[in-house]
């Protein structure tokens, strides 16, 4: 019984800071409620809504867009360069710092900085394009542009996953690499037979997380874009900021959040349950 | 009692049909659910024999208890002020609290300066009215009015006391404009303190080198409209100057307003796609598309940078960066009054007013503040970083005497506003996003302000 | 791809050494490439930082600011329209109380999972590694409404209150995975010596934690020192506003950015975690290896 003791901080905290509250926001979410007045159960109004809703629909659209191009920064491209940084060489030290440095910068102020260097009329990359004349672009103020110029511009936060990939890689036994070079075999071939199945946990633990980080994407819209231009890059949760603390919407709102609550859990659930098909666990201590 | 009411719509749901066991299901674990609103509830018990916004009916707070308004010292007691304002607009607040003592010495104010606006602490005043522990007097944004009002009559409404101590108030001495903008449904929710107009901030150096007439000997003239906007607006990037004017593209009602258009109408119907305003909208993205103007910021300020680099020569703002911009820049510069478009001069109008919670458990104490402070002196003592609402306080302060200010109080005299509703924050991001593609030059003003309506009437619907 | 590799002939010395070459010179340039997407944007803001007002305006920019305003370290810091010290204040308080409080309720909760037997173990822990993929807004508006009622909005303690109750899923995995790999002789030998579980798990098994909790805290650290969303909802009076609120609000409030004096206070507010995350990785490698956050 003693371990109660050790877990009651956290049997509490998931209580009241994680169940509690989850449990609430359904409950709220069948409500009208503005903070002022009482609440007032309106069943599934908040649900009726949310499908006719055009602005959910295409925070909708715009999330999961970003979470693509998130998940291929994240994910793929990251361990391209963990790959990079793996190779025993001079100056990989200082490179896996540089890839790593960016991640520490806030996301506001990254996404400040992005507004200025991409700004259209005074920024740095227009200047540049000016120069070698090519045409100037509209980026972070285009409709076209926008969305994927920030999805781009994760590149620059892959930090922590290349972080993981590498510790990943460096704990990859080197006989696997020594037998499959002894039988003659292409570099591909090592990637695809030694380095990805013995990288498959890692892989799914940046998967989750990125998965987890993607659909919570808020800072660089609230800052930078304001969910524009014409809305192509409200984020989902941008949309739940808005309708919980500028309209006052608690009960809609809460209904937003659960259903992304619910997008998340059942999209890591299904990487789950088909992990059993691709992740290659062997008898190894990470 | 809001327990009560939490409770009520978990037995509404059972009612419904919902077994408890779909109910734990729905909630992740019901147990913990209950807890966390129980949590709620508890503290939100004890404190709502406090608020009058639910146990007591508006009607009986709205009406002062005495006939007569009571002798200054007989006033006593605290009240808490929830107003913003940071360095010497916290300053200037101060003096309006001690000016407020000098006359009422028995009551207590209560100040705890707000870090930046009116907007950012909005939610934080909600929860407060909500846990019924609501400030007595606020610092108000006009838009808020509505909204406090609409959603549970948290405000007083002051008819009452303005007809009681009609003597004392004048209320003939405010410009007419900001007292409308007092109003919900036609009814008095607090004064008015403080009005802020839309002005063209001007490069005067830049203006003599290209061989313009200066736009406020213009405006005084009579000639300061869209054939002298649009001229100088070419001579200046004639001359050297990158852009001509830059503006925000949040100030997308400024530019309907500016030749007499509309956002909405009083029955809060689109009127954006009708009238002047498509014809405005165009006016200012052609500006864009034809490199007169810079494009619309999405990482805001660099508009006001560009003025301030020589980089523009007119920027279209309120008139609060004046001072700012003092000592900041080597050139000379100043303000004056939009330029008129067919024949209308007219501009969005920014307003706050004083208004008084109905939690206030000392309303007259309150009133007696929230008058005093909005008289002559005291907005005097205001018009030292804002634009006062009294004309008597805009003599006083000297107003009529300076070229810029005077020109902005006759955009004061002309401005106007879109109807303020619950739903103002959507109408807005609504109309915004339509109008973005119009800025991108991928739509054209007719098709952008359709699209604008529709999107306005899915957020009113 | 393979089979033609297979049937070319075997490449003779000078051959292999050409094509190791030019392999390593692909490879060379792969990462110079890349360190400069990745520098040359931080490398902008420092530039910028260190700029005159209205440098940003002029083009091109040349390789080192002319002249270098090193009176900017002082000058950001005061703040365009707020002094940025108190915001400080408040996110030191933030970032340290709430990565001391997560890392012993983690700790805690990370032992208990690792080395007691009791019911409703597995359940918990179920639900522990479940909680990792909770949205943080999921539950944000609940707890707003419950940090109003009970007067904690504005205050310290809707930030950090949370993580002194459990601190976060992942922290309490990692600690039990940590946990688990020290053999169980060590507490069992502290058992018969008469110490309590209270007094193995701090005095026989954190000793031995030091560089999983200095990984972790670091990470807990920038998290909290980063965080705006959080702050935003639950700090709306200067009582407890944070660093990126106070840098915002100099930015954003008054739509006067002064670009040389955002850059700076942002240099000035990662330079303090990046260089303590560096020195730490250096020195508590094996730390960082296990939290995943390893590098060399």
Redesign the interface.
Known sequence: MVAYGFLAPWIIG???FY??????S??LS??DY??????E?T?FDNYEKMITD?EFVQALKVTLYYTAFFLLMYVVLSLFVAMLANRPGRGTGLFRLVVFLPSLIPLFAA??LW??IF????GLINYLLDEIGLPRQ?F????EQ?LPLVGMLTFWSIGSAFLVYLSGLQSIPIHLYEAITVDGASAVRRFWHVTLPMLSPVILFNLIIGIVLSFQVFDIAW?????????RT?FWVLLIY?RA????EMGYASALSWVLFIVVAGVTGLIFRTSRWWVHYEGRTR | ??LN??M???R??KQ?GMSRREFIR????????????A???E??APETTAAP??TAAPATTAAPTTTAAPDADEVGGEITLWAWG??FEGEVIQQRIDYFNSKYPNVQVNW??????GY?????L??????GNAPDVMRMLNFQLT??TA??E?LLQVDDYIARDAEELNMGDYIPTTVEGAKVDGKMYGLPDNTEPYVIYYNRDAFNDAGLEDPQVLFQNGEWNEEAFTNSIDALIDNGMR?GVSF?SWNYDTFCFMGGGTILNENLEPTIHQGASPQMLGYFAQLIADGKS?????????H???F??Q?TGMYLMGPW?YG?LTG?VDFDYDVTALPSFNGVRAGKLELGTISISSQSKNPEAAWAFTKTITDTRGLEIWSQVATPTRRSALEAAGFNDVQWKKDAVAMVEAGTWTPFT??G??VD?AC???L??L??G?VTAEEATQDAAN?IR?ALA | MTAPARLSPVPTGNLAQRLQQRRKILWYLSMVFIALVMILPVYYMVYLAFSE??K??VFPPGIIPDPIKIENVLRAPEGT??PLWGYAKNSILYAGLGTLGALVAESMAGFALARMRFPGRNVLFALTVGMLIMPFVATII?K???F????L??TYWALILPWWFGGSPYGIFLMRQFFLTIPREFDEAALIDGAGPWRTLWLVLMPQAVPVLVALGMLHFAYFWNDLLGPL?FC???VC?TLP?GIL?N?????????AMFMMSTVLMVAPVAVVFILAQRRFKQGFLFSGLGGR
């Open positions: 998931l209580a009241v169940l509690g509250p989850i449990g609430a359904a409950v069948f409500t503005n903070i002022i007045s009482p609440a159960f069943g055009g996404a400040v507004g200025w700004n259209t009329d005074f509209g972070f103020q285009s409709p926008a800052v930078l874009t304001d969910g524009g231009p014409a809305n409200l808005r603390f500028q309209d006052f | 009692m809001r009411k939490e009520e719509i978990i509404r749901a419904a729905l909630g992740g674990t019901a147990a913990a659910a209950a807890a966390f609103l949590a709620c509830g503290d939100a916004a639910t940071a360095g705890e300066p707000l870090a930046a606006n950012e602490e909005y939610p934080n909600l929860a407060r009215f909500a846990a909204q406090l959603e549970g948290a852009f925000e810079p494009s619309p910021v999405v990482a805001g300020g660099t006001l940078e560009a301030r680099n980089q960066w700012a900041t619950t739903q924050f959507a991001t915004a996003a339509a973005d593609l800025w991108a991928e999107r899915e | 007002l209205g940003e305006f329209a707020t609940p707003f409404l419950l109003s009622r009970i007067g909005v504005d909802v709306q009076t200067r506003k609120q609000a930015y954003q409030a008054t739509w006067d950015p002064q670009w």
